[in-house]
């Protein structure tokens, strides 16, 4: 059974900084891209970031670029989104959502095969 379990969320002030994890199992982890997905709260699903099975391919969506980072350890089945000069409206439901290629085919069609059930990011003085 494919499980994605993300932590590392939280209450944090704006220029802050969190890392969110998303713990991997029920498949090949390292044969697989992962990415971010956020949610805020009343608005539609925002693609974050993507990193490629080898972890050599790193996206990022212009809202976050220069201030997070993606990365993978395929040995721990373990994918990382390092988020600083955090903003309040970086506020959202964060998930990390597995594709079904080691690589993106087409950012305009995102179609991911599993989801994890998401962390809070909440950025509020």
């Known amino acids: 059974e494919v499980q994605l379990v993300e932590s590392g969320g939280g209450l944090v002030q704006p220029g802050g900084s969190l890392r969110l994890s998303c713990a991997a199992s029920?498949?090949?982890?390292?044969?697989?891209?992962m990415s971010w997905v956020r949610q805020a709260p009343g608005k539609g699903l925002e693609w974050v970031s993507t990193i490629d099975s080898g972890g050599n391919s790193l996206t990022f969506a212009d809202s976050v670029k220069g201030r997070f980072t993606i990365s993978r350890d395929n040995a721990k089945n373990t994918l990382y989104l390092q988020m600083n000069s955090l903003k309040p409206e970086d506020t959202a439901a964060y998930y990390c959502?597995?594709?079904?290629?080691?690589?993106?085919?087409?950012?305009?069609?995102?179609?991911?095969?599993?989801w994890g059930q998401g962390t809070q990011v909440t950025v509020s003085s």
């Open positions: 959502a597995k594709y079904p290629k080691p690589a993106i085919d087409s950012y305009s069609d995102l179609e991911f095969d599993y």
């Open positions: 029920g498949f090949t982890f390292s044969s697989y891209a």
